[in-house]
Every structure is written in structure tokens, then in C-alpha cells.
């Protein structure tokens, strides 16, 4: 059982960057397709983007394209989420999730299924 944890959230103001990591445990995750999700407090969790499991393939919601970028480090067992130009409503609980199966464009959250616990992201205006 491969356990995640996110770790780097926190506050920053409107406009700023934020990178967010996700450190996995155990030799699947170099092949493994990794994704980042949100949640706001009252919404449904949503999708934010998910890279493959050699980082030759990502995509992107439409909410975040062009601002945030995903990668990962498969010698560290790590995937990361940089989060440039950032506005209020980024404010969420951000989760990574691993999947077993192919990459997919624009999966849902339960085509994942391994999870963190979450690191909050909070963008004051």
C-alpha cells in the first residue's frame, strides 16, 4: 500500500507562487500516473492536473492552464505542483492521488485510488 504525503501549503497573497510536493513510499510510484486535486470548503473535489508516470504526458483544468505546472522527481519519489499568479479562488485543500491504471486527460477523482491527507492552500486577496 503506497502511502502519500503532501506537505508545502500555506498562505500567500493574491498575485504569488506557491510550490506544493507530494512524497509517495514504496517502488510503485515511478510507474505510476500521478495527479493533484482540490476541495473548497461547500464544493465538490476537483480535478487540477496529472502528469504520467515518466512526465512525458500532463494535463491541465482549464481553471489552472498556464499558471501551475506539474512534475515529478522519480529518483525522490516525488511530485510537485507549482502554483504561479495566484488567485482567491485557488483557496482548497489540495490532495495528490496516484492511479494504477493509463494516463488519462481530465480524470475524475475516482479514477485515483490512493490519496494524501491534503496541504491547504489559502490565497488572501
Known amino acids: 500500500q503506497v502511502q502519500l504525503v503532501e506537505s508545502g501549503g500555506g498562505l500567500v497573497q493574491a498575485g504569488g507562487s506557491l510550490r506544493i510536493s507530494c512524497a509517495a513510499s514504496?517502488?510503485?510510484?515511478?510507474?505510476?500516473?500521478m495527479g493533484w486535486f482540490r476541495q473548497a470548503p461547500g464544493k465538490a473535489r476537483e480535478f487540477v492536473a496529472t502528469?504520467?508516470?515518466?512526465?512525458?504526458?500532463?494535463y491541465y483544468a482549464d481553471s489552472v492552464k498556464g499558471r501551475f505546472t506539474i512534475s515529478r522527481d522519480n529518483t525522490k519519489s516525488t511530485v510537485y505542483l507549482q502554483m504561479n499568479s495566484l488567485k482567491p479562488e485557488d483557496t482548497a485543500v489540495y490532495y495528490c492521488?496516484?492511479?494504477?491504471?493509463?494516463?488519462?486527460?481530465?480524470?475524475?477523482?475516482?479514477?485515483?485510488?490512493?490519496w494524501g491527507q491534503g496541504t491547504q492552500v489559502t490565497v488572501s486577496s
Open positions: 492521488a496516484l492511479r494504477t491504471g493509463a494516463f488519462l486527460p481530465n480524470p475524475r477523482p475516482a479514477d485515483f485510488g490512493s
Open positions: 502528469i504520467s508516470w515518466n512526465g512525458d504526458r500532463t
Open positions: 514504496g517502488r510503485i510510484f515511478s510507474s505510476r500516473t
